[in-house]
């Protein structure tokens, strides 16, 4: 769910939580109330001192249908909700109460109460509505009513379809300021689907300080997000997290830290070590999703459809693990210094896959790319809600700290209009190595080059982008003769 700033505000009985939730905690306040608890949460290896019940205390290894649940090879089922009820429990789930841009600019505000989130025909249903220029929502969570230290985490959902819907299924640690503030507290985003791209699947983990993340992907063949519903899970151990679609397994990572600015790193696998809940809500408009349009509706299309959450655990885990060595590979440059791959655009290639030059749709962005007589020629027919809707990418560029770096390219537009190039760090937060600068394209080919110097720490995944959305116009794009230089 990306950054958040502000004060956490939990309500069945309205509790005020801090530190990971809320920046008003600072650092240093965060780190003296967790260091004294840090050797007990660490030494917690077995899965059976944690709170959940087994299978058989549960006395709910059932669905909504009577229907029993089997759960996955080595696991048993510690905890279930199919919503067979007419309400939501409070035994189970709290209400949780925000503010209006509260983070990520979003446009909701999170009210507690069941015309937000409720039950029906066995589903829980978060359901935003919109009054003249305000939006509302609903947002639940398990907090200290269910939480597990590993296992597999898992739901089966239908999301909302419309231009600035975000619907998520994630967790966040029972204790939010043991190891500090976001990010350093760690979260898991088991599920985010944005309203006006149904058909592709994020599953991301945010870690660090710096903040950092690792994110998979997956797009459906067949099929809508949207249309039907989907089972989204987890599978969390020591060490490593594995995240799965409709029993599909997609992405998985055992690469993550945390720590404080100027200290070392806390004990492998921290801070994913400890006790999460699990969150389930829909934002609307924000930095990622967009804003809604003229075309979003706030009917039975907006909501989001949750037929059960379940959790399971297996008896025991060895937390006896080492972190992998990270190796980084850094990408050399061709016989003329050029990092960028097929820069001339003499061969053509798969744009679509994530090898060299990657054409990229976002937020109601349409058009293609084709390479073409020494050229890439990006023909729009929507310039989509951001500025990122309509992109062309190359990942792999190596970036060393302390060195300058020469940033080049050729380009004209068939109607004079702008463009922004960058180069970006996908997995350091998204920072800007050279930051997003917009160049007026004419109708005739212009050189354009940028000289800046490296000052993040190295990163062998840095990437060029060209981002073509949002600025204007849908005017044809005519690229060729990228380079990027090391020049120190």
């Known amino acids: 769910m990306k950054k958040r700033i502000g ?24 780190s003296s109330g967790s260091e004294a608890v840090q050797d ?24 909504a249908n009577g229907s029993e649940v089997t759960a996955p090879e080595g696991y048993h089922l510690i905890w279930q909700d199919e919503f067979d009820g007419d309400s939501l429990s409070k035994d189970d789930w709290n209400y949780e109460a925000h503010p209006k841009g509260w983070v ?76 500090g503030q ?64 409709d029993g599909e397994q997609y992405f998985e990572t055992s690469d993550w830290f945390t720590k404080y600015d100027g200290e070392e790193e806390k004990p492998y696998p921290a801070p994913f070590n400890q006790e999460f809940h699990v969150i389930l809500n829909v934002a609307v408009g924000g930095d990622w999703p967009g804003n809604p349009d003229d075309t979003t509706v706030f009917d039975e299309r907006a909501a989001m459809y949750v037929d059960y959450v379940r959790m399971y655990q297996k008896d025991s885990y060895d937390e006896n693990v080492t972190k992998p060595e990270k190796v980084r590979e850094f990408k050399e440059a061709d016989e003329t210094g050029n990092f960028v791959t097929n820069s001339d655009f003499a061969n053509d290639e798969d744009l679509t896959d994530d090898v060299d030059w990657k054409f990229l749709l976002f937020n109601g962005g349409e058009g293609e790319a084709k390479i073409q007589d020494g050229e890439i020629t990006i023909t729009s027919s929507n310039e989509g809600t951001e500025e990122y809707s309509v992109q062309l990418v190359q990942p792999g560029m190596p970036m060393i700290k302390g060195k300058s770096y020469t940033f080049s390219f050729e380009a004209y537009a068939d109607e004079e209009r702008q463009m922004k190039p960058a180069i970006t760090a ?27 110097e490296m000052t993040e720490e190295d990163d062998d995944k840095g990437r060029v982008e060209f981002n073509m959305g949002k600025q ?8 060729r003769n990228v380079r990027l230089e090391e020049t120190q």
């Open 7 to 30: 004060i956490f505000l939990i309500t069945a009985t309205m509790v005020l939580l801090s530190g990971c939730g809320g920046d008003a905690v600072s650092d240093g306040a965060a």
């Open 40 to 63: 007990s949460a660490a030494d917690d290896t077995s899965a059976g001192d944690q709170q959940a019940q087994t299978e058989d205390e549960a006395g709910a290894a059932e669905d």
């Open 104 to 179: 990520n600019n979003e446009w909701q505000e999170y009210i507690p109460t069941d015309e937000y989130a409720f039950v029906k025909d066995g589903q829980l249903v978060i359901q935003p509505k919109k009054d003249g220029n305000d939006y509302y929502s609903g947002r639940v969570n398990t907090q200290s009513r269910h939480a597990l230290k590993y296992g597999r985490i898992e739901a089966s959902i239908k999301v909302p379809e419309g231009q600035g819907f975000l619907p998520a299924f994630w967790m966040m640690p029972e204790n939010e300021g043991f190891y």
């Open 182 to 245: 976001w990010p350093k507290c760690g979260e898991i985003d088991i599920m985010e689907v944005l309203g006006n791209d149904t058909k592709r699947l994020y599953g991301t983990l945010h870690y660090g300080e710096p903040h950092k993340q690792q994110q998979g992907s997956v797009e459906l063949k067949d099929g809508d997000f949207s249309k039907e519903f989907h089972e989204f899970a987890i599978e969390w151990e020591p060490g490593q997290i594995r995240w799965y679609l």
């Open 426 to 452: 996908p997995e350091v937060d998204w920072i800007r190595y050279f930051p997003d600068t917009p160049v007026d394209l004419t109708t005739d080919w212009q050189t354009y080059s940028f000289t800046f």
């Open 472 to 479: 204007g116009s849908t005017a044809t794009i005519h690229i």
